[in-house]
């Protein structure tokens, strides 16, 4: 498979027919290569079973083909094939499509063959979004099911003055290409005192889900009607950003936000135009399916789609003190379902406000993942917290407690600081092990109006953990603990460890150096204070890591691995741990080192 290139483009626009957009006259130009991937099926008997297509477009195309093993009106196997590749990203979108269905195979198993409802809740995988939602719509063509349609109830009182966030898609026309990156991202509705509503955004340009720049907002169509003339009396925010053109770096300057009136009063849908390019296509030049294009770039309307239903008055201003509030982690793309990691949380944080600004602590515990079948302990390992919305740059929390399973020691809490108190929601990212360093977006909700103020803080806000604060020190009980999560229904029962030592750093620099055949040597950057290391293999790089060596000596930072097959991809990772008594604390695991023999 061909290496990382300089644009990871992603599938997009799924439907149960064929779609046309001009990504397909631009993958006749290129020449199209019809590719056919089967995917590994899930082995288990099956009564009967049905067959459902879909279909992804975008920087070419592919087809998407399920078949659904059925018993017993339970989903018992999946089968999911991409046929018909085109364009220049055949490798991509296969990889793509790998990921989606490694996870998708295990995770739609067990669900009812009569419940949309059911089937469209399956997570998507990060990374690998519309083939996410490709085979889903696949299976929903399988089982003859329609998908869920949320109906978008329109407010019928004009809005009070003031400011109120909101849920929305911005998306071009023809086939969905995001203008903010995801789907749905959180926007700003401002009021005046005359209810006159206007909508700010940021907008999303050079993403891995997008790459697609935004250079003009051309303005919004009078009365919310196409077929009137636009008004150019928008605010607009520019910046300058880089991207790679093959082997050239080169800048851009892209719109990073709009402001603009909702005249129409209260719709589904409000009306734009915007200006983009392209660079993958920047040798495409002529008129393709009614539309222009000059060098890659080209204007099409675009739609915001509002979502009421998740207005909300902005967030209220905090007194300094201290709080316990209720919680949550939910779909970064759906922000009204629940996080995969979110059974992992405790159901209240506390929050110590001061000076307008606010100190989080989460606290987590182990949780029940379903894989395959069987029930695995799933526990966070890492927790990023995005500096803003649109997730330009995020920020490690600090882990503090710990717990402990099986002899193993994992973070027990994660601390952050936020410029301002009383948000509603942050994004954040987190890092579960039993899903093999899997990363997901998620977006964490604060419920400040069931807040309660803690006049002594100690202990609380972590929904059973026993945690004491101690001269600024977050120590765990020494003891027998049982967490539990009235949140949720899981119970964690571990020793929980009282101790000052802190995991090790994560590993760094993990490289490789290919030695006779079949055997490489393994290298990493020695990390202060670790005891030793833990190697791990995979011949996926989403798949099960199996441990291949624990290193004793802290001195040691090489392993030579034998009896690798020719031809064959391995991937290997590897975590310092230090020796905590008769414990062990883990570090973070070093970034997935992928070597093709």
């Known amino acids: 498979m061909s290496g990382t290139k300089s644009f990871v483009p992603q599938e997009r626009g799924i439907s149960m027919r064929k779609k046309e957009w001009f990504y397909k006259a631009a993958a006749c130009i290129a020449s199209a290569a019809l590719i056919l991937t089967a995917l590994p099926v899930i082995s288990a008997s099956a009564a009967t079973s049905v067959k459902g ?104 009182e004009k809005l009070k003055e003031g400011t109120y966030t909101v849920t929305i898609s911005y998306y071009t026309d023809k086939i969905k290409h995001s203008l903010i990156e995801d789907e749905t991202r959180q926007a700003t509705i401002q009021v ?38 636009l008004k150019t009396d928008a605010d607009v925010t520019t910046e300058t950003m880089s991207y790679k053109d093959g082997s050239e770096t080169k800048e851009i300057n892209v719109v990073s936000k709009v402001s603009f009136p909702l005249k129409h009063g209260f719709a589904d849908t409000y009306s734009s135009k915007a200006s983009i390019y392209v660079p993958t296509m920047k040798r495409l030049t002529g008129t393709y399916q009614g539309i222009t294009f000059d060098q890659g770039k080209f204007s099409a309307d675009c739609f915001t789609k509002v979502y009421w239903n998740t207005l909300k008055a902005q967030d209220e201003a905090i007194e300094d003190g201290v709080y316990d509030v209720p919680v949550a982690l939910m779909s970064a793309s759906n922000p009204d379902k629940a996080s995969m990691a979110g059974a992992a949380i405790a159901p209240t944080v506390r929050v110590t406000v001061k000076g307008g600004k606010a100190q989080y ?22 927790f990023w917290v995005y500096e803003g919305d649109n997730k330009s740059s995020r920020a490690e929390a600090m882990p503090g407690d710990s717990y402990t399973e ?49 006049k002594d803080d100690n202990p609380g806000g972590n929904g059973g953990n026993n945690n004491n604060n101690n001269g600024g020190n977050n120590n765990a009980n020494n003891g027998n603990g049982n967490s539990q999560n009235p949140a949720n229904g ?3 029962t571990g020793n929980q460890n009282n101790s000052s030592v802190k995991a090790p750093a994560a590993v760094k620099n993990l ?28 011949t996926k790089a989403k798949g099960k890591y199996k441990k291949i060596k624990t290193i004793s000596k802290a001195k040691t930072t090489k ?29 973070t695991y070093s970034k997935v080192l992928k070597v093709k023999m």
């Open 53 to 156: 297509t879909s279909h992804v477009t975008q920087f070419g195309e592919y087809d998407i083909e399920v078949t659904v093993g059925v018993e017993d009106q339970k989903i018992s196997s999946l089968l999911a094939e991409g046929k018909n590749y085109a364009g220049n990203y055949v490798s991509d979108n296969q990889l793509r499509l790998e990921m989606a269905a490694e996870v998708l195979e295990e995770a739609y198993l067990g669900k009812s063959t009569a419940d949309a409802k059911e089937i469209s809740a399956v997570d998507i995988v990060s990374g690998a979004t519309y083939s996410s939602k490709a085979i889903r719509d696949a299976i929903l063509d399988a089982l003859g099911l329609e998908p869920e349609q949320e109906e978008n109830v329109l407010p019928t």
């Open 192 to 229: 005046d005192a005359d209810g006159n509503m206007t909508l700010i955004t940021d907008i999303v340009s050079g993403s891995e889900k997008e790459p697609l720049y935004i250079y003009q907002f051309d303005g919004y169509y009078a009365d919310n009607d196409v077929t009137k003339t």
């Open 361 to 382: 602590k989460l606290n987590f515990h182990s949780m029940d993942i379903n894989m395959a079948g069987s029930i695995e302990k799933g526990h966070l390992e890492k």
């Open 406 to 454: 099986e002899g193993v020691s994992y973070p027990g809490s994660f601390s952050f600081e936020r410029a301002k108190a009383g948000e509603k929601s942050v994004y954040a990212r987190v890092s579960v092990d039993a899903m093999a360093g899997f990363d997901q977006d998620v977006l964490v909700t604060f419920d400040w109006a069931n807040r309660k103020t803690v």
């Open 490 to 492: 899981n119970t964690n």
């Open 511 to 538: 490289k490789k150096k290919k030695g006779k055949k079949n055997t490489l040597t393994l290298s990493w950057k020695k990390v202060t204070d670790a005891n030793g290391y833990e190697v791990y293999q995979a």
């Open 559 to 587: 392993l030579t691995v034998k009896k690798l097959k020719a031809k064959k991809t391995y991937y290997f990772k590897v975590r310092a741990y230090k020796k905590n008594g008769k414990q062990k604390l883990f570090g």
